[in-house]
Structure formats: C-alpha cells, structure tokens
C-alpha cells in the first residue's frame, strides 16, 4: 500500500513533521544554486511547494503539482520538457506515492541534462519506520510502502548517476507528540544525533547524472590479416595455413 500525496501533506502539518520541513528546506538552500540560466524543476507535496516558493522566486524555477495553483499542473510520468532541457530536478516524496517509481526515474533522466542534478527526499524503511510500518496499527505508516536507501541508490547507479551526498535525517520516533516537555526533549534529541549522519526517517539523495560521451574508436585493420572463423593472420611470418 503506498502512501497518497494527502497522507504525507498531513504528515507534515504535525510538530515532528514541521521540524522536519525546516531541516530539509534548509538543506536545500545550502545546497541549491541558483543561476540565471539555470532551469529547475520542483515537485512534491503542498507545504513542501509552499515553503519553497517563497525562498526560490527565480523565473527559472518550475513548481509542479497536480493542482493549477502552481507553475504547472502535470503528471510526474509525463513532464511537460524537452530532453536534456532541465539542469536540477527536486523531488519531495515523488516515488513514495509514486505507483510506478521506476518510470519517475526515467522521465526525470529524460528531461535532466548532461551533468544535471537530481535531489531526491523519501521516507527510509532503515530506520524507526520499521517498528512503525508493521507495528503501530494507527501509524500513519503502518503497512505502507517504504522503499529502502540502498535500492533507490541501486536505480541511480543503474540509470549512471553519481551519488554527491546521501544525508539522513529524524532519528526519532516520526510520530506526533502532543505533550510539550516531551516534544521538545525529543527536538532536542534530535539536534545532539543531526551530528552523525546515520540511519534517519528521511533521506535526501543529492546525485548527478554523469556524461557519458560516446567515443568513435577507429578500427585498424591490415589487408589479409583477419581470417573468418580462425585467429588473425601472421603479420611478421606469412607462411600459415
């Protein structure tokens, strides 16, 4: 069962996911470059597009949703770009409510350029998400499909694309906390363990596809010196059968 764009946009209205929101956002700022000619492409759920919008205001800055209250209303499947046309794409959450990631993967390597950038945020089964996903009944993850860190990196690879940084991020439990002194323990938890970048809820995948240049490589070839279906012919001694 996957997650809806709902679910997650609700997730994220919560204390835990606000925080959330504002370490990932602040990833992004640090880590985006914004350039005059630069094209880039944004897609995720409401508040994460929300956010965003008012801190990337370039013109070259495409926010996609399935609604019209943004640049363009378009399925992640079928992007309204040329090929090789886009330099960063961003996507927030896109393959786990995605029901065929694979094809997300594709069409963000059709529209992304050579040496473009790929930033990908998704939940990461590798953590506490684990205990939630097949224990807590009322989770919000309960049961849901949570794709692990290493396969995603394993499409990446296949699709030639080097990872720039892998980041981790909430090592505490993802549920909403409504006791004060408990939330902001745990908020403070959290800040002590953002120190070591291991196994957290949330991963951030910030890769570039690599330029593959064809290269046209001349083939030698000496008059009489191949033979079909034996070993090449003797250049020094001619004398063979």
């Given at each position: 069962m996957i997650f809806s764009n709902n679910e997650i946009n609700n997730w994220y209205k919560s204390k835990i996911g606000k925080f959330t929101l504002n370490k990932i956002i602040n990833y992004l700022s640090n880590s985006i470059r914004?350039?005059?000619?630069?094209?880039?492409?944004?897609?995720?759920?409401?508040?994460?597009?929300?956010?965003?919008?008012?801190?990337?205001?370039?013109?070259?800055?495409?926010?996609?949703?399935?609604?019209?209250?943004?640049?363009?209303?378009?399925?992640?499947?079928?992007l309204p770009f040329e090929d090789n046309s886009i330099d960063t794409v961003i996507l927030f959450h896109s393959i786990d409510f995605s029901k065929n990631p694979h094809n997300v993967f594709r069409e963000v390597d059709r529209i992304l350029k050579d040496d473009g950038e790929i930033i990908l945020i998704s939940f990461n089964i590798y953590s506490l998400l684990l205990v939630f996903k097949f224990l807590a009944i009322k989770s919000f993850f309960w049961k849901k499909r949570i794709i692990g860190y290493t396969r995603i990196k394993d499409w990446l690879n296949l699709l030639s694309y080097k990872m720039i940084k892998l980041s981790f991020l909430i090592k505490i439990p993802p549920f909403d906390i409504k006791n004060k002194k408990v939330i902001n323990f745990v908020l403070r938890l959290e800040n002590v363990l953002s120190r070591f970048n291991f196994l957290g809820c949330i991963n951030i995948f910030h890769a570039k596809k690599e330029n593959l240049r064809y290269i046209d490589m001349k083939i030698w070839k000496k008059s009489g010196n191949i033979i079909k279906g034996r070993f090449a012919k003797p250049i020094a001694n001619k004398s063979y059968e």
């Open positions: 914004v350039d005059y000619n630069q094209k880039i492409i944004i897609h995720g759920c409401d508040n994460f597009l929300k956010s965003l919008k008012n801190i990337f205001t370039s013109k070259n800055i495409f926010f996609i949703h399935n609604n019209n209250r943004y640049d363009l209303s378009s399925s992640i499947y079928k």
